[in-house]
């Protein structure tokens, strides 16, 4: 979008700003094979979300190697997907910041905002375990320095020890309207999902983990999904089945897709190793190649991944240069 | 069995001691609702595994409750499983020793080999994370002191943050032949069954984590599976049609139970608070009180355990008293 | 003590209970060369720091090789320890309950209550990362079991990962009169001893890892000390230079320590290692033997040893058989 | 430095790069009250330590506020150090190189040597537990790439978790002659130091952490410390009493700083806070401003720096303007 006249006008007090909803795939960062960043194939994967029908699209998350990114890197790419999405007022552009520095984060944040970044994703700093008052402090001003712009809360627990609890988040979604949403990635999802909507400020969730969690996601009250993106119609098919009142159809294939969701996302390099493959096979981008350090997929890995679009490859067409 | 006659005939030098092979459920440990344990429950337990087709069983795991066990608790069911055991030449009874202290470890080992344990397990002492000299001492006396029963070494690499690679694995199995086998439960566990098998010193590996990841451990060469207790008839299925030649058929089932195992696997204490509502269910036990501190399921979690049951009963008949 | 007579009528409403106060050597498990317990040893231990002066003594802790100890033999050695202080009204004897298991450590606390435990120690159970409500629970449970006995909460979130934060434990206080105080082993322990008093609750600190921190601990308002116990009478020194209002040739002594201590609190084994050494040297028991697994001490760790002797050997007499 | 001519010819197989020895300080980053880079008081900084004897500096570390920093920041910050000892034959330069992707490590380093860096430091990639044979790809490629400048591998698992152990390194020197020195910070480094010494090809440590067990780390060969900036005087002191063979003084003035060390080693963001205290205090530096998210030292804390500023005031003299 860009403009975020509607999203403003849904900034006043207590009327929280709308997330983003339904499935929105992190983008990959395609690399050529001398590891230098593919800008290219981005603007193609982000065209071809579009094409299939994602209405929003989030970057960057592990699964786009954020931690392999310089700052101008992402920085640069963030852009070039906000000139991609600024005149489609039908997709929602969330951009993630993920800066340690409260310093760098806060001016980030509303950079990315000014270029028209319809959402902000924020991922609290953890290392070194700062003190929760400062994380706190640390989203406080990301959160008005965007405002009314919505922003999602990143929770991962387990990759980023963050000690953010749901009484914690709950008290500054009370502060903050525009606390759009938390991407609730614990273990299990499900609890933290029921505890954040089972309140008086009830807070909506986005899941991510690749969606395994999906169906037990979304009967607990999920808006949204954040996947990978190489595959993204399978998941929108489960979505629009299940808001078209089909839960069992769309169980039924999200259970189809779990032998292979469930191995990959066992290691994030797995997951993001698999997803480049499928993106390479299907003709969005030119190389598979993912930056070092790494842990490449071995034969039985790439045994799944050919087993994959064996199985779903007709569902999953090769896209045009 | 208990007689390790043909156990020690294998023990001579170059051919490994068996492991148990096969499906191999942990067994649960029954508390009564006012904590104490349920030995009756117990014995009920195992005799209906046996009944039901397990050539194998294992006692104490994380399935068990075994951290909230006295020493005297798993001394005493451990006596009681290899007393209803000891007759049956057919069935190997797996006994865990996860003392900390070597002096213990070693000693118990022996105990529990001279009352008739068929195998001995070894979760390696991991608390204030000792040197991996001293996790391989203890090691090597524990294997030395059974010999030569056989001994599965519990890989858990997330849990107990153990030191040991496979390298070292290898060197270990190659001066003890009665190294019978790997309890694989590092994530993902695939990779780690096929280096342990490309070796000239193969090792072999059983798979652990609710045999989530089954198919791709029978891919890669696992030669046993060892998940919870209460829906032990499933895996002995898919176990039994992949030897007999259909995985199609081992993989539909797997998959079908893939949303439950997927869910309740992100949370030790949710698999074995699901595992004890589903033998209560089935008239295994007569309560699914688990000794606290526990997360106690939420309402979600036990929707999906109705779900499992609406799914499988007719394939999971009540048990008679 | 034993009789509890004068701590019960002190556990009346909005008076805490008192809390072992002053310098509380935890004792050391002296074991055979064989590895077996050396009750006599321990014995001597006791009686040695009566002798010297130490008012209180705590077991086991880590620095007892707690977790190399069967629950028989903390259960036995704690009741040698309670018979050895029955009669001595002026000592208080600090009992340690590490169980897992709510219903055992439940049990335990209220069988060495009986047996004349005059405080007990709680150290919160943590494997698996337990809820913070469950947590709770068991706090709660053993509080309400032994009341008014004093109980010590062990707040060691390095080694424990607990989820206790100070707004926790002063929730937990205002509840039970009888949280006596808090063993606060956190890194840096001063602002937890502080934050802890600054309260209408305020609850008092013992500081742990060796009393490295102690002359922060006592501008912080600290009442006691827990270190090992093979050199009390230098802790009990500088306690009571303290109190006589010579800080600053307590702070002296302690500065001649700190080499020594914060050298050897690197690592729970070597401080063990080296406690163990200097105890042997002086008499106090027959062997260094710690139990496997254990990282053993190396040459410049003995030397650092054999310096620490050197420097304070005249104030460290031999004890005598 | 900067012209590498000595340490080119120094290159050659079979003799070890000169690692940095002696007295390193960490540079620290100022900050303006506002937050920005100070850059003027970097400069005072730098020409304050060379001019009261440090010969050589690191920057960044962990005590620079290096997660604070963007990557623009970092590497001009950097360049500035690198024009500021251009002319200095007698100065080594080290930088660190900290970067997570190997891509950008390596291009990092390169850049830096061509800008006149005499050493690097390299933090190995750790987030997300990067496998080990990739981490050692990360550095060979480095190694290789500013070969034969000499490298030095900072080894601190405390903090990153990184799965390399003695043997690892040992194999790794063997292969690069430039890789001239592990900076210790495992606890305790002692037997770190002596097990890379005690090998065919020795290893030489420099320690860091404060150099809290310098003492320890000298009688075991170390060859260098990197401690902070604020107060280099008291180091050089202890380091030239050391090479004047005068131990016994060394360890006087060592002991006289352990109680100030050993406080504010427990939490790296004490340490940055009090060091930049007594950084403004001299007069090197505007502001002790430290950017969020931090932990804001407390009174008790604030109290410490005044009590070492009383202590060692006249050692450590004010600096003009």
Redesign the interface.
Known sequence: MGAHADTRSDGRAGVRAPAPAGVCPVLLTPFRPD?EVDEDGFVRVVDHLLAVGARSVMFPG?ASEV??????EREHLSMVLLERTARREDVTAVVSVP??????AVRRAARLVEAGADAINVLP?H??A??VE??L??LEQLLTAVHPVPVVLQHAPL?TGTALTVPTIRALAERHRNLAAVKVES??P??TI?ALLDSETPIPSIIGHAG??L??AL??GAIGVQPGCSFTELYLRVWHQWEAGEPAAA?RL???M??YL??WM?????IVGAEKIVAMRRGLIGSDHC?????EL????R??VDAFLDEFGAELPEVGP
Chains 1, 2, 3, 4 share one sequence.
Do not use: I, K, M, W
């Open positions: 590891g592990f931690l392999a990114l310089s700052d101008d800066d340690y520095a409260t310093h760098h700093p290392q070194l700062p003190p400062s994380v402090a640390h990759q273990q299990p499900g609890r029921s395994q969690q169906p037990d009967d607990r169980r999200h259970t189809r779990l032998p469930s191995s066992q290691d994030v390099n797995v930056r070092a350090p790494v842990r071995d034969d039985g890995e045994a799944s």
